[in-house]
């Protein structure tokens, strides 16, 4: 039993009615029906933290609307306009978003495990409400009249969309078109992503594993870091795209690099010269208790690498893949690790806590691990007060006898995690998930 809703503008003071109404569905309450809504305008709406799971709105706008850290699980959205959205945090598994339009939206954090963002016929209103498959073979717009903005091809544009860490496992992208879209620290394992563009695309630590590329457009993307193997992308235009390059004998000029970064340092910016290492795969050079303090490291490849006793106290590591590397009483204070894949590494009694920055106004700057993929890593004893994990995986990490006072663990993924004789005075869980009590 439905009741269908045609060509209508929906507003602010309606939302709570349809997410009641929604959450009785869901509960099989008897005789409430279920709304279908065709072609409506909810564009401009904010549905933040909003329970929508089950919501039914083909062909509707939702137009720069807000849905932060709300749900749209199994939510039926075929070829709705969601361009401008902020979808950040939002979870749609399940969600059928083929055709739709997602330009320019924020899905940073968003969770569409299993959706569908596949091709679909593109359908508009017909003159009584109804929705038709359009015919892209209409002559164009009179002089002075608008030109209809929806895609003609009927495929998801979510191009120049910021993906950045969200949750695509699984995912149904073919045909879609990502051109632009920022995917970086993306779980894009097992998403079928045959015939995609993907051109220009960045997709830094993402992780493909096990996604299928077939016919996919790779032109120009840059996969600086990204999990995936050569195999993958047999079948693919890669004309232009961007991998990790490997240094040329790095570990005979790194001694005279390291001496111009020194005077740098000491002279304030005055004489010799920063030390950038970025977007290099730094495997094969020999950096275990070098003092890389200050240095620029972004998007760089340490996987496996021996690390110990290191000292990268203020240096900006964002990006960068450092799975199953050793940095067992490694200095990482004040160290910008957003974003950095630190799957399964050794980080037993590193120093991560607050940096003090001396100056006029002395300040202290804690460690940035936000978003950084930690799962199975080892904190043991670790120093990490003040640190931020907003948005971290820190699932099945040990934290035994680590220092977490002050840190800040919003939105941080704990299950499993072991914080046994941690010290987590002042520590702000706010939103976090998993946490053993």
């Not at 045609?6 to 709570?16: F, L, N, P, V």
């Not at 120049?160 to 045909?175: F, G, I, R, V």
Request: charged share 25%; with cysteine.
């Amino acid at each position: 039993m439905s009741r269908l809703i045609q060509k209508r503008t929906i507003d602010q003071s309606a939302i709570e009615k349809i997410v009641e109404q929604l959450a009785r569905v869901r509960a099989k309450t008897r005789g409430v029906e279920m709304i279908v809504f065709q072609n409506c305008d909810f564009s401009n709406l904010d549905f933040s933290e909003k329970n929508l799971d089950g919501l039914d709105a083909v062909g509707s706008l939702f137009v720069n609307s807000m849905f932060r850290d709300g749900s749209l699980r199994k939510a039926n959205l075929y070829t709705a306009d969601m361009r401008g959205a902020d979808l950040h945090g939002c979870d749609l598994s399940g969600a059928d978003l083929r055709g739709a339009s997602l330009r320019s939206s924020d899905l940073e954090n968003a969770i569409l495990r299993e959706t569908k963002l596949q091709a679909g016929v593109l359908l508009v209103p017909d003159e009584d409400g109804g929705l038709v498959t359009h015919n892209t073979n209409q002559k164009r717009a009179a002089v002075g009249e608008r030109p209809m903005e929806l895609p003609l091809t009927g495929k998801s544009l979510i191009r120049d969309t910021l993906l950045t860490d969200s949750n695509l496992s699984d995912a149904n992208l073919s045909d879609a078109d990502l051109c632009f879209t920022d995917l970086s620290g993306a779980n894009l394992r097992g998403a079928d992503l045959s015939r995609c563009n993907l051109s220009s695309a960045r997709l830094f630590g993402a992780d493909l594993t096990g996604a299928t590329l077939a016919g996919a457009r790779l032109n120009s993307a840059n996969f600086a870091t990204a999990i995936f193997d050569l195999d993958q992308l047999a079948t693919c235009d890669r004309t232009g795209m961007i991998f990790s390059t490997k240094p040329i004998n790095l570990d005979r000029k790194l001694p005279e690099l390291l001496k111009e970064h020194a005077e740098w340092l000491a002279s304030i910016g005055r004489r010799g010269a920063q030390l950038d290492l970025s977007t290099l795969d730094l495997r094969e050079v020999t950096l275990a208790g070098q003092d890389l303090a200050a240095t620029m490291l972004r998007v760089c490849t340490f996987a496996g690498m021996d690390l110990r006793k290191t000292k990268f106290t203020a240096a900006d590591m964002g990006g960068s893949d450092m799975r199953r590397a050793d940095l067992s009483g490694a200095d990482l204070r004040g160290a910008n690790l957003a974003r950095v894949n630190l799957e399964g590494a050794k980080l037993a009694q590193a120093v991560m806590g607050r940096l003090r920055i001396a100056g006029r106004d002395e300040t202290y700057v804690g460690t940035n691990l936000s978003h950084a993929r930690l799962a199975n890593a080892n904190f043991e004893g670790a120093k990490l007060a003040g640190a931020n994990f907003d948005g971290a995986d820190l699932s099945n990490a040990t934290l035994v006898g680590a220092d977490l006072s002050g840190a800040c663990f919003t939105r941080a993924n704990l299950s499993n995690a072991n914080l046994s004789q941690a010290n987590t005075q002042n520590a702000d869980f706010k939103k976090s998930r998993g946490m053993r009590t």
